[in-house]
């Protein structure tokens, strides 16, 4: 049940289209009991774990596109430049910018030598 909310979780692009409400009378439980469960068996929240989709979805779509920032943010569901790149720096240790600078820098020092 917890790993089908997962997949149900991952399969929505837009971020308001995430839903725990949503969820729980399709899997039969109340929201607060899939909260809890879910936290309970995946280590982390419903929220936590939405975020981190979000965000490992825009860290690939900086390394592998040259879409811009705005872009990128509004493809994975997070309107807000500011929570955007305070969220990004809190996991990845750095601003998206910085981030994409640095890996397409390591890649190309790579192909060079």
């Known amino acids: 049940m917890i790993e ?9 692009k837009d971020a308001q289209e995430m839903r725990a409400a949503e969820l729980a ?3 039969g ?14 280590g982390v929240s419903i929220g936590t774990y939405v ?19 705005k872009e990128i943010r509004n493809e994975v569901g997070i309107a807000d430049a500011s929570n955007f790149v305070r969220h990004f ?10 981030y994409r600078k640095q890996q397409k820098s ?4 790579e192909k060079a030598g």
Not at 4 to 9: A, I, L, N, V, Y
Not at 53 to 58: G, K, P, V, Y
């Open 51 to 69: 975020k981190k989709i979000q965000l490992e979805r825009a860290r690939k779509l900086l390394l592998t596109t040259h879409r811009s920032l």
């Open 89 to 98: 720096k809190e996991w990845f240790g750095l601003s998206p910018s910085a």
């Open 25 to 27: 009378p399709i899997v």
């Open 29 to 42: 439980l109340s929201t607060s009991r899939l909260h809890h469960l879910f936290k309970l068996q995946v």
């Open 106 to 109: 390591r890649i190309d020092q």
């Open 4 to 12: 089908g909310s997962r997949s149900f979780f991952r399969s929505f």
